[in-house]
């Protein structure tokens, strides 16, 4: 009798307490949406996202110090810039630093001071090379974009926007990396900046031939006047013609460019294959001082025919 009484009360106090639960629960749940829908009025002033470009060049105060005000900074930044990159030019600077030092360690452990220099050097320049890598993919999006955008920006002009509106337009519309480029001049304009001077700061994060024609044919315009629309329809076209063109050369040129790759990788790839198959007939390569000049010889042969192939597979239209 005393265990069904206390199964009972047990199975009361549980019905109360899930029934409690469940009350507070929905009256939580309601709280919450309407926390949910007021937060956007009632954010604190801590949320606000700051305006202000953070102008260092790195987040350690001693290699602040050493890189701001050089020019050399300037031209990193501008480097990092042209790519979309978001690293800060401390980063840049350390990382080429670090791989430098691990290029230049492992060469002269395994193979002696001359390789350990040219590693080293290899290592430096390697940030700078995915840099550029980078740099070239974001030109190739943007000359890809940069036809359709100004087609946007003759129909909002058509249909009653203004030059700075239909910009802004195309930087709300146009995803990365034309979009953020636009919308930068945008406010940069609306700010303060004389349009003359907002142009150019565009022309000089995306230096391309494409832009160079755009933004110029935006300054004669402001000066001698002329129908916009149809200066950008026919600049349009022509981006578009220089596109086609652009695939055809590529196309016809990707045989050269192929052979570098295939001459540079070559010779390296038979010589771990050797090292892994016959290290003892591959040894002398990298033991002994004629071997080692000639190995440095071949590393620099290698690169400047691969440079050459390189420079003959690119042709400038």
Known sequence: MVLILAGV???????????????????????DL???????LTAPPASVVPILKDLRA????????????????????????????SQTVGTFVLTSALLGFIGGFLGQRLAGPMIGLALGVLGCTTPLFYLRWKQGRRVKAFETQ?????DMLVNAMKAGYSLPAAIK???EEVPAPLGPIFARFYDEQRLGVAVRVALGN????MDTLDMRMFITSLLIQRETGGNLAE?????????????????QIETLTAEPKLSAIVLAVLPVSLFFIFNLLNRDYIAPLYTTPGGRLLL?????????????????GSIDI
């Open 9 to 31: 009360f047990a199975a009361t106090v549980l019905l109360v307490v899930a029934t409690h639960h469940f009350v507070m629960r929905q009256r939580l749940a309601s709280n």
């Open 34 to 40: 309407v926390r949910q829908r007021l937060s956007p």
């Open 146 to 150: 940069l036809p359709d955008a100004i």
């Open 231 to 247: 200066i950008m329809t026919n600049l349009s076209s022509l981006m578009r013609e220089r596109v086609g063109i652009r695939g």
């Open 58 to 85: 790195s987040q350690l105060e001693f290699l602040n110090r050493a890189l701001s005000g050089k020019s050399l900074t300037a031209a990193i930044n501008c480097e990092i810039e042209r790519a979309g990159s």
């Open 202 to 205: 565009m022309r000089q994060r």
């Open 296 to 312: 440095l010889y071949g590393i620099v042969s290698t690169v400047v025919g691969y440079l050459i192939l390189r420079r003959m």
């Open 169 to 171: 337009f195309i930087g």
